[in-house]
């Protein structure tokens, strides 16, 4: 079995990722802003070298195998209201561990985002950045192409191994509710707790439930192919509007269908995403298997437990 760190190993897909890494018997460190307390876990930040060398360090007599970088600051409004953080964490903190991959030659997954696409109205598949030039359309979307570029540079300069992967609108259990996060999460929390949300018309997006997610994830360490990038999502016929969507909350939640706000498009922010995941299906054997109403329950009955409603 691997040795693997996880970076952001506490965060949202991180702990998910590392739940699975370990049902599957690999030996897995985390790595966090936040504190933790499992023995196998550091807290760092990925945007100071000397935190990060330490424990790269530590571990010299026994490297790890991969590492996955996920640790970041997510969201396009995260991104206006904290961008220091955001740069720092997600651009200087990608090339801390591309500098330290140099060192220690471990296999390297770098969490990207579909946000990298920009608003392409075509297939999203994954070489349209290498056939048309993107205009990302916000800070974290730009932070993101950034880390990719880093990656390819590093891969060409130093000949280290990096595969690249690009989620799509992944939900699920252990992401928390704030202004922040993605659509599902703040209208679950919201229904709960009798909250009016707001939802903008004319936009099509994929989700894909967490446990699917991390599954495919988890795969790369059988079958890693460096140089590769994967849109990582469900399917690509399980696209909805976000008023689709708001209804499946509305449903599932039981909330008063009065809490909906219906608004125009939202300007700055993609219209539709029609996303091409044949790649990981041909690669990393990816199976989505719990659809959008099934996902929102399972995520809904989290969030109950959680917030105590």
């Not at 296999?107 to 075509?122: C, L, N, P, Q, T």
């Not at 059988?222 to 990038?229: K, L, R, S, Y």
């Not at 990981?280 to 929102?296: Q, Y």
């Amino acid at each position: 079995m691997a040795k693997i760190l996880v970076t952001g190993g506490w965060g949202f897909i991180g702990t998910n990722l590392t739940n699975e890494l370990r049902s599957r018997g690999h030996n897995v460190y985390t790595l966090d802003i936040l504190q933790g307390h499992h023995p196998q876990h550091y807290k760092a930040d990925t945007g100071e070298f000397q935190q990060l060398e330490a424990i790269f360090r530590a571990h010299e007599s026994e490297p790890f195998d991969f590492v996955y970088h996920l640790a970041a600051e997510y969201g396009r409004w995260n991104g206006e209201d904290h961008y220091q953080n955001l740069w720092r964490t997600n651009v200087v903190g990608t090339k801390n561990i591309l500098r330290l991959q140099e060192r220690y030659r471990f296999k390297h997954i770098f969490f990207s985002s579909a946000e990298v696409y920009g608003d392409y109205d075509g297939l999203m598949s994954e070489d349209v950045m290498e056939r048309i030039p993107i205009q990302q359309m916000n800070d974290y979307a730009i932070s993101k192409w950034a880390g990719e570029l880093q990656c390819l540079n590093h891969a060409d300069m130093f000949d280290v191994d990096v595969v690249r992967v690009r989620p799509v609108n992944c939900y699920g259990p252990h992401e928390y509710y704030s202004r922040y996060r993605g659509v599902i999460p703040i209208f679950v929390y919201k229904a709960l707790h009798k909250e009016p949300f707001m939802v903008y018309r004319g936009h099509h997006r994929i989700f894909d439930y967490v446990d699917d997610t991390a599954r495919t994830f988890a795969n790369i360490v059988d079958n890693f192919i460096p140089g590769e990038v994967y849109n990582v999502g469900s399917h690509e016929d399980w696209e909805v509007t976000i008023e689709d969507l708001a209804k499946v909350v509305i449903d599932v939640t039981g909330a008063d269908s009065g809490l909906v706000e219906v608004k125009g498009e939202e300007a700055f922010t993609t219209h539709d995403k029609k996303m091409d995941f044949s790649k990981i299906r041909r690669d990393l054997d990816h199976k989505a298997t719990i659809d959008l109403e099934e996902g929102v329950r399972r995520y809904a009955e989290w969030m109950r437990k959680v917030y105590e409603v």
